[in-house]
């Protein structure tokens, strides 16, 4: 079917300045098939049902809209864990703020440098996983990043590793238009946590490609905050084997646009997923997070928990869906997306979608929004709390069900302390 | 300690009076109660009185030790040492029971210009409070009241009584939905947190809980106002002949 022309114009536009970075033989062939990709689908547009709630312009034309420097004074987070930092610089590595990419039984690489080789492993997971994502529902943004990424991390994972992987993403020019690929393989019976953190660019593109073999376990804690006017468009695909696990958690705080976009395929029985978000927005803020969960084994179970927390006409979005394709018996999918509305200028848009093709199988999903709990709120004030004080706690509660999805207990309790920090400088 | 003078509300929503010039002076270290039959208004005076939205007071005024309280927002009354037992004490998930106390406690103590308590020594204070009251260490890190029972409910407020440690508790029907052990256990406590400073205002349907907690001064209220007090006796000739005897006496 041909591209509408309004499609095809905005696509060539994009495309105009840009061209296909050099390479080796594996990675050209991953480029050539992502352009070919992205032509045919062309970039999204607001015609799009899969973008009926966010606006895709700031995230399609060329050249990203310029985004304001933002400090808050705040040492950065996971800054007192022990970890193996990755730095880039609105989307350029910073060799010199990072460490040795050395950790025991996991190799790390960056993808100019794996690109470069004419054969690597990791031909078998780059744009292969975002290939099959764009099955049923198609994600022009994913397709570019595979065809103009030109760094990243490649990772492959062959024990538990003793530390985080932690990436670090600064922004230092207000106009960076930063587009990052990464690449994970945890091989069966290994583990690794993966932590990101930092605005990253004026505007982000960035695409993370997860293969987990057979009882492999993959934990990402992501912190997207800062630089109230970035933006930025995400995408997670996610493969797992038999038995082996997946857990992400993403807090997001300010930004005039963010997309995230989690992909999730469960092809190995027993296997488990859950994702989670919590976003707090004040004002000019955007964030949607888009979810689809394919259950394509037995007994395998998936968990989405997104809270969002919204004031002074921000906007939050949630579209997520369960897939459970014919034979995947015994799937457990759970689906829960609350807002907590702070004021009456503030909106939640959410499309809650399951799609099953099995017979024995327990799905649900809830949605609700409200507001901050009256005689909670009495009930705390009468034992001497503040109003401020007393809305933080009960906003903080609100947020739980989703911290509770991070395991490490001292990565739970700093994304805590961001989110008392954030809710302190942002009270009525 | 208290004292209510004139005490006029309405409704805010409905215009409609519900207490109609109520007069109370509860002295340093006594015990009232206030008696009286549904809708005499001794929930909205306790609401009223710790600043509750929803109501508007018309006329009046109310005093804790001199200092006006309707002026005050509900925190402010409760650092000036006001305490309101909840008849329906609220489920908070996701506020871990300590965290509540904690807050509370230091709360109150920085708007009285005192350094919060260290974490030791509250946890300390906590434990020794909760021991008497037979609260566990469970209930004590659940979320504020969620699946507690009743009874439990009812002693966590007396334990959270008993850790801020206020100069006026009002207890509004405190003894409504317990069984005798459990009511016994509540009184004990109220009873340990009676002192020469301390004052009580023990709202109630039924003489049963003034046999655990021994009011001075007994109160019946009927429509808004108060219209009869008495010594303890008062609060017998109700159970014995009920309300209606006392309200045709004055009427």
């Known amino acids: 079917m041909a591209l509408p022309q309004v499609k095809l114009d905005a696509t060539e536009a994009r495309l105009a300045s840009m061209t296909l970075p050099e390479g080796g033989a594996w990675i050209s062939e991953a480029r050539d098939d992502a352009l070919s990709r992205l032509q045919a689908m062309g970039l999204p547009s607001r015609r799009d049902e899969y973008w009926k709630y966010t606006r895709p312009e700031t995230l399609v034309q060329p050249g990203a809209p310029a985004a304001a420097l933002f400090d808050n004074a705040e040492a950065p987070i996971f800054s007192s864990l022990d970890r193996v930092k990755i730095v880039f610089v609105d989307g350029v590595f910073d060799a010199e703020a990072s460490d040795d990419l050395t950790l ?10 794996a690109g470069a080789a004419d054969i690597h492993w990791a031909k078998d997971v780059y744009g292969v996983l975002e290939t099959r994502g764009q099955d049923p529902v198609e994600r022009p943004l994913a397709a570019l990043n595979t065809a103009f990424a030109t760094d990243g991390i490649v990772i492959h994972v062959t024990t538990k590793a003793s530390k985080p992987v932690s990436l670090i993403y600064l922004h230092g020019d207000e106009t960076s238009d930063a587009v990052l690929h990464h690449v994970i393989k945890i091989e069966s019976g290994a583990e690794l946590t993966l932590l990101e953190n930092g605005p990253a660019a004026a505007r982000f593109n960035k695409c993370m490609e997860v293969e987990i073999a057979d009882g492999g376990v993959f934990h990402h804690v ?16 996610t493969r797992l084997g038999e038995e082996s696990t997946f857990k992400s958690f ?13 992909i999730i395929e469960l092809t190995g029985d027993n296997a488990i997923a859950h994702v989670a ?3 707090v927005g004040d004002g000019d803020f955007h964030h949607d997070d888009t979810v689809f969960v394919t259950h394509d084994a037995l007994a395998c179970e998936s968990r989405q928990v997104f809270k969002k927390v919204l004031r ?6 949630f579209q997520g869906k369960i897939l459970v394709k014919q034979g995947a018996q015994k799937t457990d999918g759970y689906q829960i997306s609350q807002s907590l509305l702070l004021d009456g200028d503030s909106q939640f848009l959410v499309k809650p979608e399951l799609e099953i093709y099995a017979d024995d199988v327990a799905c649900s999903h809830g949605s609700t929004s409200g507001a901050i709990d009256d005689t909670a709120l009495f009930y705390l004030r009468s034992r001497g709390v503040s109003a401020a004080e007393a809305t933080d706690l009960l906003t903080l509660a609100f947020l739980a069900e989703a911290l509770e999805e991070i395991d490490d207990e001292t990565i739970a309790e700093e994304i805590r302390e961001r989110l008392e920090n954030w809710l302190a400088r942002h009270r009525s | 300690m208290l004292e209510i003078k004139n005490l006029h509300v309405e409704l805010e929503e409905e215009e409609k009076a519900i207490l109609k010039g109520v007069d109370l002076n509860v002295g340093a270290g006594s015990v009232h109660a206030i008696m009286g039959p549904n809708g005499s208004g001794k929930s909205t005076l306790s609401y009223v009185l710790s600043g509750r939205d929803g109501y508007e007071v018309t006329d009046g005024s109310v005093t804790l030790e001199g200092t006006d309280l309707l002026d005050l927002d509900p925190e402010e009354r409760a650092a000036a040492g ?20 904690r807050t509370a406690l230091n709360a109150q103590r920085k708007s009285r210009g005192e350094d919060e308590m260290s974490a030791t020594d509250f946890l300390k204070l906590v434990r020794e409070k909760a021991k008497a ?3 566990d260490a469970d209930m004590l890190k659940r979320p504020v009241n969620v699946g507690f029972s009743g009874g439990e409910k009812k002693r966590n407020e007396i334990l959270q009584m008993a850790v801020l440690e206020p100069k006026m508790c009002i207890l509004d029907e405190t003894d409504s939905g317990l069984d005798v052990d459990a009511m016994k256990l509540v009184a004990e406590g109220v009873n340990a947190l009676r002192s020469e400073g301390r004052s009580f205002l023990v709202i109630t349907h039924y003489q ?6 021994k009011p001075d001064v007994v109160h019946i209220m009927s429509d808004g106002r108060i219209v009869k007090s008495g010594g303890p006796e008062l609060a017998l000739e109700v159970e014995n002949n009920g309300y209606t005897d006392i309200l045709e006496e004055v009427a």
Do not use: W
């Open chain 1, 104 to 113: 025991e039984g996991v190799s790390i690489e960056r993808l100019a440098e």
């Open chain 1, 250 to 262: 993403t807090l997001t705080a300010n930004g005039v646009l963010t997309r995230n976009e989690c």
């Open chain 2, 82 to 101: 006001l305490f309101l037992a909840f008849q329906y004490p609220v489920e908070i998930p996701g506020v871990g029971n300590m965290t509540f106390l």
């Open chain 1, 312 to 317: 002074n006409g921000a906007t939050g979005v």
């Open chain 1, 222 to 237: 992501r912190a997207q905050g800062r630089d109230h006017e970035r933006r930025a468009a995400t995408h997670i695909f």
């Open chain 2, 133 to 135: 009251l037979k609260i």
């Open chain 2, 208 to 213: 049963r809980l003034l046999d655990h907690i």
């Open chain 1, 277 to 279: 978000g919590a976003a």
